[in-house]
């Protein structure tokens, strides 16, 4: 077997509002029949449609892991631009170093540029002097926009681009438009063609599948629409029938049906990978029909949303587009879906937080009453380092092996929801190299095999319950009608257990829908300030109860609904729990990844032998400011000077972190006097200095020295 490489940033699986896909898949495929082995390819995603746009999925090229730090574009500040704003530019731990020349913005519904963009452009045009020059490429289907600009940006530019454009307070947030990949590590099959829907309980199967046979007894998913965003859907017996038109979402030659159509510009994999077909089959191909596999919802119909391209690979604008259209959403580029989905499979991912359009996405689709079901990664690492795994509102799942255990190279930790079999999954498939050929089956391995169980029993779930369940309502069912893990709970953990249908399914149709914890949050960059919202619901008894707890401390109980707010010290990823109770003594609990991310910084480098930085600040907004303090410094001292009598600011200093929590020096500037910070004999290493300004600053200069 050969496992995937690690993932560019995005779904590859990753975030940041600075970030590109960090990871690459190398997926090595075995097709059983046609006598056609060892498939080699790789695998990626594109953006807003029409062949104008400058990016094609072909200029995408892989990229090396990178620790990326935020680094500020001091020069690029404007006066009268607030640094309080929510507005980030996300910043991954795992951003490549490939460069990018794609970037989403989404500027404020009520803004001049939220409603125009003939107004972005002209935003653009007025950075030109500071910034690389950008064009406006095209608005999504969310209202964000893709800018391009004139030549590649390496890692360090990009950062400083975005942070410029996200300090203008109309700037909901700005991020790469990142690359993502397919997540599958197709292997020789070992296994019953489908011990995946088996039962360990049912002699002579003695692995661990989900318990379709059970399942079916009560329902076969009819009334149901499903969603396979993917690489498209080749033609299959197996699969037409339960095929609805859907569409390509594949820049630059957007349009069609959804179908695969192998490779086209792709030049960087010999062999299409068929992966859309594959999941397709798992979710709902169709069963009782004389001939090839079973799905797990035969009676519910797909619609194929193509974001990946012949190679699996995909750019994160146009899977974010893929969703919200998937759902019924609105699309400028895309004719309406006349087929909303209300279970979406998402089996792709990268490295890095949850991007902010993706997010916005998987919002936009759960709004209209889908529920998104996503893959945890096959990297064999924390799946909280890896979107859309680690975005709110989904459904998050592991894999499994046909012995119950985990699954070798399946993302695993709090962030995984639940486990279902992804290891030698036998599904349909299409024998074709290039182009699509003959249809056939293949087996393949991964989590993205193991996503699309639960897909199917989710429809599974929705066609018998007397009301539609949301997100977390189904979450919380799955989960409390898993089947143990045969050996405990494995040492990596994948959630309560594995997936069980028969039991969801007698579960759902009882009537009883469970209390579900659920909340989601957003930060304020300026301040790594979190604020998360409580989304829990119970059809029955009353919530009583909420107890938060941060990841950093003690728990937080309140007795009422609310909408906490916490100051972090220092940046990173958290894992962030609620826990319900209602007035009953039930309890719910759910527990997510947070990427903590750093303020902007602007890095004073010159020692304290050049000219002081220039600062212009609104009242109430924050900046910050970095140093390396070699070893054997006998002082380190900050110096904050008004440009007007009028000006009046606080200035902060700390080691360590880029927060005003914890400083050992607080000094304020005001009736034109300056704030002076000065440490004697300061430890080595990197030190911050940020302002808080208390009235509108205009030309203020920051400097330090070191003795």
Same mark, same amino acid.
């Given at each position: 077997?050969?496992?995937?490489?690690?993932?560019?940033?995005?779904?590859?699986?990753?975030?940041?509002?600075?970030?590109?896909?960090?990871?690459?898949?190398?997926?090595?495929?075995?097709?059983?029949?046609?006598?056609? =082995?060892?498939?080699?390819?790789?695998?990626?995603?594109?953006?807003?449609?029409?062949?104008?746009?400058?990016?094609?999925?072909?200029?995408?090229?892989?990229?090396?892991?990178?620790?990326?730090?935020?680094?500020?574009?001091?020069?690029?500040?404007?006066?009268?631009?607030?640094?309080?704003?929510?507005?980030?530019?996300?910043?991954?731990?795992?951003?490549?170093?490939?460069?990018?020349? #794609?970037?989403?913005?989404?500027?404020?519904?009520?803004?001049?540029?939220?409603?125009?963009?003939?107004?972005? @452009?002209?935003?653009?045009?007025?950075?030109?002097?500071?910034? $690389?020059?950008?064009?406006?490429?095209?608005?999504?289907?969310?209202?964000?926009?893709?800018?391009?600009?004139?030549?590649?940006?390496? =890692?360090?530019?990009?950062?400083?681009?975005?942070?410029?454009?996200?300090?203008?307070?109309?700037?909901?947030?700005?991020?790469?438009?990142?690359?993502?990949?397919? @997540?599958?590590?197709?292997?020789?099959?070992?296994?019953?063609?489908?011990?995946?829907?088996?039962?360990?309980?049912?002699?002579?199967?003695?692995?661990?599948?989900?318990?379709?046979?059970?399942?079916?007894?009560?329902?076969?998913?009819?009334?149901?629409?499903?969603?396979?965003?993917?690489?498209?859907?080749?033609?299959?017996?197996?699969?037409?029938?339960?095929?609805?038109?859907?569409?390509?979402?594949?820049? $630059?030659?957007?349009?069609?049906?959804?179908?695969?159509?192998?490779?086209?510009?792709?030049?960087?994999?010999?062999?299409?990978?068929?992966?859309?077909?594959?999941?397709?089959?798992?979710?709902?191909?169709?069963?009782?029909?004389?001939?090839?596999?079973?799905?797990?919802?035969?009676?519910?119909?797909?619609?194929?949303?193509?974001?990946?391209?012949?190679?699996?690979?995909?750019?994160?604008?146009?899977?974010?587009?893929?969703?919200?259209?998937?759902?019924?959403?609105?699309?400028?580029?895309?004719?309406?879906?006349?087929?909303?989905?209300?279970?979406?499979?998402?089996?792709?991912?990268?490295?890095?937080?949850?991007?902010?359009?993706?997010?916005?996405?998987?919002?936009?689709?759960?709004?209209?009453?889908?529920?998104?079901?996503?893959?945890?990664?096959?990297?064999?690492?924390?799946?909280?380092?890896?979107?859309?795994?680690?975005?709110?509102?989904?459904?998050?799942?592991?894999?499994?092996?046909?012995?119950?255990?985990?699954?070798?190279?399946?993302?695993?930790?709090?962030?995984?929801?639940?486990?279902?079999?992804?290891?030698?999954?036998?599904?349909?498939?299409?024998?074709?190299?290039?182009?699509?050929?003959?249809?056939?089956?293949?087996?393949?391995?991964?989590?993205?095999?193991?996503?699309?169980?639960?897909?199917?029993?989710?429809?599974?779930?929705?066609?018998?319950?007397? #009301?539609?369940?949301?997100?977390?309502?189904?979450?919380?069912?799955?989960?409390?009608?898993?089947?143990?893990?045969?050996?405990?709970?494995?040492?990596?953990?994948?959630?309560?257990?594995?997936?069980?249908?028969?039991?969801?399914?007698?579960?759902?149709?009882?009537?009883?829908?469970?209390?579900?914890?659920?909340?989601?949050?957003?930060?304020?960059?300026?301040?790594? @300030?979190?604020?998360?919202?409580?989304?829990?619901?119970?059809?029955?008894?009353?919530?009583?109860?909420?107890?938060?707890?941060?990841?950093?401390?003690?728990?937080?109980?309140?007795?009422?609904?609310?909408?906490?707010?916490?100051?972090?010290?220092?940046?990173?990823?958290?894992?962030?729990?609620?826990?319900?109770?209602?007035?009953?003594?039930?309890?719910?609990?759910?527990? #997510?990844?947070?990427?903590?991310?750093?303020?902007?910084?602007?890095?004073?480098?010159?020692?304290?032998?050049?000219?002081?930085?220039?600062?212009?600040?609104?009242?109430?907004?924050?900046?910050?400011?970095?140093?390396?303090?070699?070893?054997?410094?006998?002082?380190?001292?900050?110096?904050?000077?008004?440009?007007?009598?009028?000006?009046?600011?606080?200035?902060?200093? #700390?080691?360590?972190?880029?927060?005003?929590?914890?400083?050992?020096?607080?000094?304020?500037?005001?009736?034109?006097?300056? =704030?002076?910070?000065?440490?004697?004999?300061?430890?080595?290493?990197?030190?911050?200095?940020?302002?808080?300004?208390?009235?509108?600053?205009?030309?203020?200069?920051?400097?330090?020295?070191?003795?």
């Amino acid at each position: 077997m050969k496992d995937e490489g690690p993932k560019s940033a995005l779904f590859g699986f990753q975030h940041a509002i600075i970030k590109t896909v960090d990871t690459w898949s190398e997926i090595s495929t075995r097709l059983v029949g046609r006598g056609i =082995a060892g498939v080699t390819l790789a695998v990626v995603l594109a953006a807003c449609g029409g062949s104008n746009g400058s990016a094609n999925t072909s200029d995408v090229t892989p990229g090396a892991n990178d620790k990326a730090e935020v680094v500020a574009a001091g020069a690029a500040s404007s006066a009268g631009v607030s640094s309080l704003s929510v507005a980030h530019a996300n910043a991954s731990d795992q951003e490549a170093e490939a460069p990018n020349d #794609r970037f989403i913005v989404k500027y404020k519904s009520n803004s001049s540029e939220g409603r125009s963009s003939t107004a972005v @452009q002209a935003k653009l045009d007025r950075l030109e002097s500071r910034l $690389p020059r950008a064009r406006h490429l095209c608005r999504m289907g969310g209202g964000a926009d893709i800018v391009t600009t004139e030549y590649k940006l390496t =890692a360090k530019q990009a950062r400083s681009f975005m942070d410029a454009i996200a300090k203008d307070p109309n700037v909901e947030y700005v991020e790469p438009d990142r690359v993502m990949s397919a @997540q599958f590590t197709p292997n020789d099959p070992e296994y019953s063609k489908q011990w995946g829907l088996a039962s360990n309980l049912a002699s002579p199967y003695r692995t661990y599948g989900i318990r379709a046979e059970t399942a079916w007894n009560l329902a076969f998913g009819y009334g149901v629409v499903m969603a396979v965003v993917d690489t498209g859907v080749t033609s299959h017996s197996d699969l037409n029938a339960n095929m609805l038109a859907g569409y390509n979402f594949v820049s $630059p030659n957007r349009g069609g049906n959804g179908s695969d159509p192998g490779i086209t510009t792709e030049t960087w994999c010999s062999s299409a990978v068929w992966h859309g077909t594959h999941v397709a089959g798992i979710m709902g191909a169709l069963a009782n029909n004389g001939s090839g596999i079973a799905g797990i919802a035969p009676g519910a119909k797909m619609v194929p949303v193509r974001v990946l391209n012949a190679c699996g690979l995909g750019l994160t604008s146009d899977i974010a587009d893929g969703i919200v259209w998937a759902a019924g959403g609105y699309d400028p580029g895309a004719p309406a879906n006349a087929n909303p989905a209300k279970i979406i499979n998402v089996s792709l991912g990268g490295a890095g937080a949850c991007d902010a359009i993706l997010q916005s996405a998987i919002n936009s689709a759960v709004s209209q009453g889908a529920i998104v079901i996503t893959a945890a990664g096959n990297n064999a690492n924390d799946a909280a380092n890896f979107s859309p795994a680690n975005c709110f509102n989904v459904i998050n799942v592991g894999a499994t092996n046909a012995n119950g255990s985990k699954w070798v190279n399946s993302n695993f930790g709090t962030t995984v929801d639940i486990a279902a079999p992804g290891s030698s999954i036998w599904s349909t498939y299409n024998n074709g190299v290039r182009t699509p050929g003959t249809e056939g089956y293949a087996y393949m391995d991964g989590t993205s095999m193991a996503a699309p169980m639960v897909s199917g029993v989710a429809a599974l779930v929705q066609a018998i319950a007397a #009301r539609s369940l949301t997100t977390a309502e189904m979450r919380n069912l799955l989960q409390k009608s898993t089947q143990p893990f045969p050996s405990g709970q494995p040492d990596q953990p994948l959630g309560p257990g594995i997936l069980d249908a028969g039991a969801a399914l007698i579960s759902a149709y009882s009537g009883t829908i469970p209390m579900a914890a659920d909340f989601w949050c957003q930060e304020n960059r300026n301040l790594m @300030q979190v604020q998360c919202f409580d989304r829990s619901t119970s059809r029955g008894a009353i919530i009583t109860e909420w107890v938060w707890n941060w990841g950093t401390t003690a728990n937080f109980g309140q007795l009422q609904s609310g909408n906490p707010v916490f100051s972090f010290e220092y940046p990173g990823t958290y894992t962030l729990t609620l826990k319900v109770i209602d007035s009953n003594g039930a309890m719910s609990t759910l527990k #997510r990844a947070f990427n903590v991310a750093p303020p902007p910084i602007t890095e004073l480098d010159y020692r304290g032998s050049g000219n002081p930085a220039r600062l212009d600040d609104v009242n109430g907004g924050m900046e910050y400011y970095s140093v390396t303090v070699p070893t054997g410094t006998k002082s380190l001292t900050f110096t904050l000077k008004p440009g007007r009598p009028t000006d009046s600011a606080w200035l902060y200093l #700390r080691a360590d972190s880029p927060s005003v929590l914890n400083v050992v020096c607080q000094s304020g500037m005001s009736g034109n006097l300056p =704030a002076t910070c000065t440490i004697s004999n300061p430890k080595a290493g990197t030190w911050y200095a940020a302002t808080g300004a208390t009235s509108d600053i205009y030309n203020a200069q920051i400097s330090y020295v070191l003795n």
